[in-house]
Structure formats: C-alpha cells, structure tokens
C-alpha cells in the first residue's frame, strides 16, 4: 500500500495562490469522498484544516480550501501569509476501514 | 472540548518493552474509533492503524501489522500503543488522533489529535 502522491516542495510569495495535489487510486481518493488535509508545523502536532474534500472546521480560514478530481484532490491555500510556511499531508479512506497520508508537502513562502 | 493526552516521552534499550498511552476526555471515548500515526525523524506520517474502543476492533496497516499492538480500557478511556521488543528504528513521534464519522455513520477522517509521545529506543 503505497502512500498517496503530493509534491515534495511548493513555493509562493506572501498574497499569492497556491495549489497542493494529493494523487492515489480508485482504492481510496477516487472511491471516497474522505480526503482531509493537515498542516503541520516543525515540532508540533497536526491541525486539521479540510475534512470530507471540502469541508473546513471551525476555526479554520476560509483561505484554505479542497477539491476533488477522480483520484487526485488538491488543497489550494490563496492570500498567502508567512505563517503558512508549514508541512502539509493529505490523507484518505482507504480499503479495509483504514487510511493512508500523502509523503508531505514542504510549503515556502518566499 | 475534545482532548487526547498522550504520555510522555520514553527512552527505551533495542529489545525491551513498551506502551504509551493515549486519555480522551470532553466526548464519548467509546464510540468513536481512535488511530495510530507515526512520524520518524524529518521524515512524513504513517497511519499505523486504528480501534475501536467500544469493542476494541482493531485494523492495522500493512506495514505495522505484527510489529505493534493496540489496546483501549474504556474504565479510564485510554487507548494504547505497544511493543514487545523495541528496535532502534522504532525512533520516532507517535501521535493518537480521534476519528469523526459523516453524517451517514462513515468513518470520514481525523478531528482531533493528541500532542504526541516521543520514543527515543537507543543502546
């Protein structure tokens, strides 16, 4: 069972729009609609910030948001700030009552 | 307010024992099904699995399945994550995460997670 795909590394400049995509199979992100998406800064627990493709928690800016697109999702953070500079995973439901995260994308904010 | 308290941070020998410990409090420990994610230094997470504490019915992933074992005691709704030997590459932040369910009864991903329980197994 192989992680799902994500970029190593995405950059971007304070104000723009970025775009992570999250590819796997028919075996979880094309056959559920449970993709999240978790940042995660050095040191310290994940945060949730999409669950169910597109759903935000409260708390959560309106910056971040999901899609999905057969087997790739994508989160797509706009109005980018300099505390976004984070890891972020995507994970899945997957075969088997289980899940499955992303390898990581490293995001910069240049 | 939904909260998982994981135990500290443990610095174990290759071969000896262990288990951590994951207490939920502010929800209904037993009806929601809790995971098991590891991080190893600079590296990305691994779902180990999740269980079920209300019937302690556990599924493993893969690449964890025979190396570690889960528990929950739901007198004191805590969750468990054990070895019986420690390897070196056991090294890493093992966080428990509280699963929510959609609004049709699935298990539909994380939304909460504990603080993580560093394990440091070194000769």
């Known amino acids: 069972q192989s992680a799902l795909t994500q970029p190593a590394s995405v950059s971007g400049s304070p104000g723009q729009s970025i775009t992570i995509s999250c590819t796997g199979t028919?075996?979880?992100?094309?056959?559920?609609?449970?993709v999240s998406w978790y940042q995660q800064h050095p040191g310290k627990a994940p945060k949730v910030l999409i669950y169910?493709?597109?759903n935000r928690p409260s708390g959560v800016s309106n910056r971040f948001s999901g899609s999905k697109s057969g087997n790739t999702a994508s989160l797509t953070i706009s109005g980018l700030q300099t505390e976004d500079e984070a890891d972020y995973y995507c994970?899945?439901?997957?075969?088997?009552?289980?899940?499955?995260f992303g390898g990581g994308t490293k995001l910069t904010v240049l | 307010e939904v909260q998982l308290v994981q135990s500290g941070a443990e610095v174990k020998k290759p071969g000896e024992s262990l288990k951590i410990s994951c207490k939920g409090s502010?929800?209904?420990?037993?009806?929601?099904?809790i995971g098991w994610v590891r991080q190893m230094p600079g590296k990305g997470l691994e779902w180990m699995g999740i269980?079920?504490?209300?019937?302690?019915?556990?599924r493993y992933s893969p690449s964890f399945q025979g190396q570690v074992t889960f528990s929950a005691d739901k007198s004191v709704s805590t969750a468990y994550l054990q070895w019986s030997s420690l390897k070196a590459s056991d090294t890493a932040m093992y966080f428990c995460?509280?699963?929510?369910?959609?609004?049709?009864?699935?298990?539909?991903?994380?939304?909460?997670w504990g603080q993580g329980s560093l394990v440091t197994v070194s000769s």
């Open positions: 994970s899945s439901y997957t075969t088997s009552i289980n899940f499955i």
């Open positions: 269980i079920y504490p209300g019937d302690s019915d556990t």
């Open positions: 502010g929800y209904s420990f037993t009806t929601y099904w």
């Open positions: 169910e493709v597109n």
């Open positions: 995460a509280k699963l929510d369910f959609d609004s049709g009864g699935m298990i539909s991903g994380v939304d909460s």
């Open positions: 028919s075996s979880d992100v094309g056959g559920y609609n449970y």
